[in-house]
Protein backbone atom coordinates (compact mmCIF):
# COMPACT_ATOMS: atom_id res chain seq x y z
CA UNK A 1 0.00 0.00 0.00
CA UNK A 2 0.89 3.64 -1.18
CA UNK A 3 2.42 5.89 2.07
CA UNK A 4 -0.28 7.38 3.77
CA UNK A 5 -1.39 11.16 3.36
CA UNK A 6 -3.30 12.64 5.70
CA UNK A 7 -5.46 15.74 4.50
CA UNK A 8 -7.18 18.12 5.99
CA UNK A 9 -9.59 20.37 4.70
CA UNK A 10 -9.67 23.93 6.05
CA UNK A 11 -12.91 25.05 6.69
CA UNK A 12 -12.52 28.73 8.23
CA UNK A 13 -11.91 31.30 6.61
CA UNK A 14 -8.81 32.58 9.02
CA UNK A 15 -5.64 30.46 10.23
CA UNK A 16 -5.38 31.44 13.80
CA UNK A 17 -2.84 30.85 16.29
CA UNK A 18 -4.80 27.34 17.80
CA UNK A 19 -4.82 26.39 13.98
CA UNK A 20 -1.70 26.93 13.35
CA UNK A 21 0.25 25.16 16.31
CA UNK A 22 -2.05 21.81 15.64
CA UNK A 23 -1.34 22.19 11.26
CA UNK A 24 2.61 22.43 12.63
CA UNK A 25 2.36 19.70 14.68
CA UNK A 26 0.45 17.41 12.11
CA UNK A 27 2.88 18.06 9.68
CA UNK A 28 5.75 17.16 12.03
CA UNK A 29 4.45 13.85 13.07
CA UNK A 30 3.27 13.04 9.69
CA UNK A 31 6.71 13.71 8.42
CA UNK A 32 8.13 11.72 11.36
CA UNK A 33 5.98 8.67 10.75
CA UNK A 34 7.02 8.74 6.95
CA UNK A 35 3.41 9.88 5.60
CA UNK A 36 2.11 13.06 3.77
CA UNK A 37 0.87 15.89 4.88
CA UNK A 38 -2.12 18.11 2.86
CA UNK A 39 -3.58 20.91 3.73
CA UNK A 40 -6.71 21.75 1.06
CA UNK A 41 -9.39 24.24 0.29
CA UNK A 42 -6.57 26.76 1.59
CA UNK A 43 -8.24 30.09 0.07
CA UNK A 44 -5.16 31.84 -2.16
CA UNK A 45 -5.74 35.24 0.38
CA UNK A 46 -4.30 33.17 2.89
CA UNK A 47 -1.05 33.64 3.98
CA UNK A 48 0.89 30.29 5.23
CA UNK A 49 3.33 30.36 8.16
CA UNK A 50 6.79 29.59 7.31
CA UNK A 51 7.47 26.95 9.76
CA UNK A 52 4.75 25.04 8.36
CA UNK A 53 5.93 25.28 4.77
CA UNK A 54 9.22 24.49 5.44
CA UNK A 55 7.58 20.81 6.81
CA UNK A 56 9.22 18.44 4.44
CA UNK A 57 6.51 16.34 2.99
CA UNK A 58 3.71 19.50 3.96
CA UNK A 59 1.69 20.63 0.70
CA UNK A 60 -0.95 22.97 0.51
CA UNK A 61 -3.56 23.01 -2.05
CA UNK A 62 -6.40 25.90 -2.91
CA UNK A 63 -8.17 23.25 -4.34
CA UNK A 64 -10.82 20.92 -2.56
CA UNK A 65 -10.48 17.28 -1.61
CA UNK A 66 -13.05 15.92 -3.67
CA UNK A 67 -11.29 18.05 -6.67
CA UNK A 68 -7.94 16.37 -5.59
CA UNK A 69 -9.33 12.96 -5.28
CA UNK A 70 -12.37 13.29 -7.78
CA UNK A 71 -10.81 10.02 -9.69
CA UNK A 72 -10.21 7.71 -7.21
CA UNK A 73 -12.72 8.59 -4.52
CA UNK A 74 -12.42 5.15 -2.88
CA UNK A 75 -8.91 5.70 -1.70
CA UNK A 76 -10.33 8.30 0.90
CA UNK A 77 -11.82 7.59 4.21
CA UNK A 78 -12.91 10.72 5.94
CA UNK A 79 -12.96 10.57 9.81
CA UNK A 80 -15.99 11.14 11.14
CA UNK A 81 -17.30 11.47 14.72
CA UNK A 82 -20.95 10.79 13.26
CA UNK A 83 -19.31 7.31 11.42
CA UNK A 84 -21.51 3.97 11.75
CA UNK A 85 -17.91 2.12 11.42
CA UNK A 86 -14.82 2.93 14.36
CA UNK A 87 -11.23 3.06 12.71
CA UNK A 88 -9.84 -0.10 12.60
CA UNK A 89 -6.35 -1.08 11.65
CA UNK A 90 -7.34 -2.95 8.23
CA UNK A 91 -8.84 0.13 7.16
CA UNK A 92 -4.85 0.66 6.51
CA UNK A 93 -5.02 -1.48 4.04
CA UNK A 94 -8.45 -0.32 2.44
CA UNK A 95 -7.57 3.02 2.59
CA UNK A 96 -4.32 5.43 1.65
CA UNK A 97 -5.75 8.78 1.99
CA UNK A 98 -7.39 9.58 5.28
CA UNK A 99 -9.75 13.05 5.69
CA UNK A 100 -10.14 15.63 9.05
CA UNK A 101 -12.32 18.56 9.25
CA UNK A 102 -10.08 21.82 9.61
CA UNK A 103 -12.12 23.00 12.48
CA UNK A 104 -11.37 24.13 16.09
CA UNK A 105 -13.07 21.98 18.39
CA UNK A 106 -16.17 23.77 19.98
CA UNK A 107 -18.21 22.39 22.78
CA UNK A 108 -21.56 21.62 22.22
CA UNK A 109 -19.71 20.31 19.00
CA UNK A 110 -21.62 21.92 15.73
CA UNK A 111 -20.72 19.06 13.50
CA UNK A 112 -19.30 21.04 10.86
CA UNK A 113 -17.45 17.62 9.70
CA UNK A 114 -20.93 17.56 7.94
CA UNK A 115 -19.62 19.98 5.37
CA UNK A 116 -17.27 16.64 4.62
CA UNK A 117 -19.74 14.13 4.84
CA UNK A 118 -21.76 15.52 2.03
CA UNK A 119 -19.36 14.78 -0.47
CA UNK A 120 -19.26 11.12 0.29
CA UNK A 121 -16.67 9.94 1.45
CA UNK A 122 -16.87 6.35 3.07
CA UNK A 123 -16.11 7.46 6.50
CA UNK A 124 -15.04 6.13 10.29
CA UNK A 125 -15.67 6.92 13.42
CA UNK A 126 -12.41 7.26 16.06
CA UNK A 127 -14.76 6.68 19.40
CA UNK A 128 -17.57 8.31 21.18
CA UNK A 129 -15.35 11.58 22.45
CA UNK A 130 -14.45 14.46 20.41
CA UNK A 131 -10.89 15.17 19.61
CA UNK A 132 -8.59 18.24 18.38
CA UNK A 133 -7.68 17.72 14.42
CA UNK A 134 -3.81 16.80 15.92
CA UNK A 135 -5.45 14.53 18.28
CA UNK A 136 -7.88 12.90 15.63
CA UNK A 137 -4.24 12.59 13.41
CA UNK A 138 -2.35 11.34 15.55
CA UNK A 139 -4.72 8.62 16.87
CA UNK A 140 -6.02 7.64 13.20
CA UNK A 141 -1.94 7.20 12.09
CA UNK A 142 -1.83 5.09 15.29
CA UNK A 143 -4.40 2.74 14.30
CA UNK A 144 -3.42 2.86 10.45
CA UNK A 145 0.45 2.86 10.50
CA UNK A 146 1.03 1.31 13.99
CA UNK A 147 -1.62 -1.26 13.86
CA UNK A 148 -3.17 -0.66 17.32
CA UNK A 149 -6.88 -0.87 17.69
CA UNK A 150 -8.23 2.31 18.98
CA UNK A 151 -9.42 0.60 22.34
CA UNK A 152 -5.92 0.14 23.24
CA UNK A 153 -4.71 3.82 22.91
CA UNK A 154 -4.17 5.39 26.33
CA UNK A 155 -6.62 8.83 26.42
CA UNK A 156 -6.86 11.49 28.96
CA UNK A 157 -10.27 12.53 28.65
CA UNK A 158 -11.38 16.26 29.67
CA UNK A 159 -8.14 17.65 31.07
CA UNK A 160 -8.08 20.17 33.71
CA UNK A 161 -5.31 22.64 32.90
CA UNK A 162 -4.23 24.96 35.69
CA UNK A 163 -3.84 28.55 33.98
CA UNK A 164 -2.54 30.27 37.27
CA UNK A 165 -2.59 29.72 41.38
CA UNK A 166 -6.32 30.65 41.57
CA UNK A 167 -7.57 29.16 37.60
CA UNK A 168 -8.12 26.07 35.78
CA UNK A 169 -10.16 25.61 32.78
CA UNK A 170 -11.29 22.43 31.85
CA UNK A 171 -10.29 21.30 28.06
CA UNK A 172 -14.03 19.29 26.55
CA UNK A 173 -11.79 16.92 24.33
CA UNK A 174 -10.18 13.74 24.58
CA UNK A 175 -6.29 13.91 23.77
CA UNK A 176 -3.74 10.63 24.02
CA UNK A 177 -2.06 10.06 26.72
CA UNK A 178 1.91 10.75 26.60
CA UNK A 179 4.67 8.69 28.21
CA UNK A 180 4.63 11.01 31.15
CA UNK A 181 0.82 10.65 31.40
CA UNK A 182 0.02 14.11 30.74
CA UNK A 183 -2.19 14.80 27.16
CA UNK A 184 -0.34 15.18 23.98
CA UNK A 185 -0.52 18.73 22.92
CA UNK A 186 1.47 20.21 19.90
CA UNK A 187 4.37 22.54 21.48
CA UNK A 188 3.44 25.94 22.37
CA UNK A 189 -0.40 25.55 22.90
CA UNK A 190 -0.37 25.45 26.71
CA UNK A 191 1.08 28.84 26.83
CA UNK A 192 -1.88 29.72 24.25
CA UNK A 193 -4.52 28.30 26.24
CA UNK A 194 -3.38 30.06 29.51
CA UNK A 195 -2.24 33.48 27.77
CA UNK A 196 -6.36 33.00 26.40
CA UNK A 197 -8.13 32.10 29.30
CA UNK A 198 -6.50 34.89 30.67
CA UNK A 199 -7.45 37.60 28.17
CA UNK A 200 -10.65 36.18 29.06
CA UNK A 201 -10.79 36.34 32.39
CA UNK A 202 -9.59 39.83 32.44
CA UNK A 203 -12.21 41.16 29.98
CA UNK A 204 -15.25 40.08 32.74
CA UNK A 205 -13.51 43.46 34.49
N1 LIG B 1 -17.05 19.90 16.63
C1 LIG B 1 -16.51 19.46 15.46
C2 LIG B 1 -17.45 19.40 14.28
O1 LIG B 1 -18.00 20.48 14.06
O2 LIG B 1 -17.57 18.41 13.56
C3 LIG B 1 -15.48 18.38 15.53
C4 LIG B 1 -14.31 18.98 14.91
S1 LIG B 1 -12.85 18.16 15.41
C5 LIG B 1 -12.12 19.38 16.40
C6 LIG B 1 -11.90 18.27 13.92
C7 LIG B 1 -11.87 17.02 13.08
O3 LIG B 1 -11.27 15.94 13.79
C8 LIG B 1 -13.24 16.47 12.65
O4 LIG B 1 -13.72 17.14 11.51
C9 LIG B 1 -12.92 15.01 12.37
O5 LIG B 1 -12.36 14.82 11.08
C10 LIG B 1 -11.86 14.70 13.43
N2 LIG B 1 -12.43 14.09 14.65
C11 LIG B 1 -12.43 14.59 15.91
N3 LIG B 1 -12.97 13.73 16.79
C12 LIG B 1 -13.35 12.63 16.07
C13 LIG B 1 -13.98 11.39 16.39
N4 LIG B 1 -14.33 11.08 17.64
N5 LIG B 1 -14.21 10.51 15.37
C14 LIG B 1 -13.86 10.81 14.09
N6 LIG B 1 -13.26 11.96 13.74
C15 LIG B 1 -13.00 12.87 14.70
Avoid at 52 to 74: C, I, M, N, Q
Avoid at 95 to 112: A, E, K, M, S
Wanted: include cysteine.
Amino acid sequence: MACKTYIVEHLDDELGPWSELEYLTIAKESHQAGAKFCLSSVPSTLVLPAALKHVPGFTADERSVETLYAEDRTRVCLLDPSAKKELSPEDGDTFDVFLFGGILGDDPPRDRTSELRKKGFEGRRLGPKQMTTDTAVRVARLVVQEKIPLDNIPYVDYPELRINKNESTVMPFRYVKGENGESIMPEGMLDLIKKDSEKDFGDLF
